[in-house]
Structure formats: structure tokens, C-alpha cells
């Protein structure tokens, strides 16, 4: 699959993994949801504006629902279409 994110996209998202130790993003019609139970109340609202920004850059070109999976080995993530 070609490369959707910006350097910076990829590094925003790399530091929300370690700082709150996200696992899993859901993205659908809902909204964003992570499977760890944070909420945007968690972030601040500018990082919260930015995360909803990568999403609807994914949504878009995939053209569906997705999950973000994060994996630690070299910080990967995985993006699968729901």
C-alpha cells in the first residue's frame, strides 16, 4: 500500500503510542475510538484536532472504516480496512 502519511503524521502518531500507550485506533462512522479507553479528553484539543485530521486523510483515500494497529517492533503501524 502507498505511504498516506506525512513524516509528520507517522511521527505525531509514534509519540501518541508512547506517551499514552495506545495499542489500537478505531475509525469509523462514530468517530475515533481507542480500545485502550482514552477519550479526546485525554489529549489536548489541538492534538486531538490533528489526530481527526490524519483520519480523515485515511478515510478518504481508503474509502472505509479502518483500524490503526500499533506494534513495537521499530514502531510499525498497521492500518486494516474494517
Given amino acids: 500500500m502507498e505511504n498516506i502519511l506525512s513524516v509528520e503524521d507517522q511521527n505525531f502518531l ?3 503510542y ?3 500507550g495506545v495499542q489500537n485506533i478505531m475509525c469509523d462512522e462514530n468517530g475515533v475510538n481507542f480500545s485502550e479507553g482514552l477519550s479526546e479528553l485525554t489529549f489536548n484539543e ?3 484536532t490533528y ?4 483520519f480523515k486523510k485515511l478515510k478518504y483515500r481508503l474509502h472505509a472504516n479502518f483500524r490503526m494497529d500499533f506494534s513495537t517492533s ?3 503501524i498497521n492500518v486494516i480496512r474494517n
Fill in 46 to 48: 489541538s492534538n486531538f
Fill in 18 to 20: 508512547k506517551k499514552y
Fill in 74 to 76: 521499530g514502531f510499525n
Fill in 51 to 54: 489526530l481527526n485530521q490524519i
Fill in 14 to 16: 509514534e509519540a501518541i
